[in-house]
């Protein structure tokens, strides 16, 4: 587990696009934090490190966009309207063991879905001296991201 301060947005899109360079097929991160966050802004940096042009928007209508214009596909992915066992339907698997990344904003909705191996990343806002800055906790669930997490900084 590692915890990071964020001063401002663009530190949070830096988080994204240097854990977008290590990232691979079937790899997935999931994104806990109130609205408001930095889920989508992380979301978006990440994007630019896979090297998509398209402008991410918030997926939260249609629950997943795809982004195939990049290193690796990317799923995005806002389950916050999500029913109960909604996540059977989405075909969450079939993106989770795909040949991209899926990304899950509110992945605590769809939690009983995820695989073995996740990145977990969780927002949390934290006034500090007049500002409002983001703590982001990171853990690895698995194998898969240890180092990754160990060797951020
Ligand atoms: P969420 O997807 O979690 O609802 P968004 O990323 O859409 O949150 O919105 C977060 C808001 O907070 C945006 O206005 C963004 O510019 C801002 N923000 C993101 N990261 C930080 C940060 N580290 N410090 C201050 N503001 C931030
Ligand atoms: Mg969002």
Same mark, same amino acid.
């Given at each position: ?28 991160? $999931?994104?806990?934090?109130?609205? @408001?966050? !930095? ?9 630019? *490190?896979? /090297? %998509? ?25 806002? $389950?916050?309207?999500?029913?109960? @066992?909604? !996540? ?9 063991? *795909?040949? /991209? %990344? ?52």
């Amino acid at each position: 587990m590692k915890e990071l301060k964020l001063i401002n947005p663009d530190q949070t899109m830096a988080l994204g696009q240097q854990i977008a360079t290590q990232l691979q097929a079937g790899d997935v991160i $999931v994104l806990n934090g109130d609205l @408001g966050a !930095g889920k989508t802004t992380f979301t978006k940096g990440l994007a630019q *490190g896979l /090297g %998509v042009q398209r402008v991410i928007k918030s997926p939260t209508f249609t629950i997943i966009r795809e982004y195939l214009d990049g290193r690796l596909p990317l799923y995005h992915m806002d $389950v916050y309207r999500l029913e109960n @066992g909604g !996540g059977d339907e989405l075909g969450l698997d079939e993106y989770f063991d *795909g040949d /991209g %990344v899926s990304v899950v904003e509110w992945a605590q909705f769809v939690e009983e879905d995820l695989p073995t191996d996740y990145l977990s990343i969780t927002f949390t806002r934290q006034d500090q001296s007049g500002s409002t800055v983001r703590v982001a906790e990171i853990k690895a669930v698995g194998e898969r991201f240890q180092a990754l997490v160990a060797g951020l900084a």
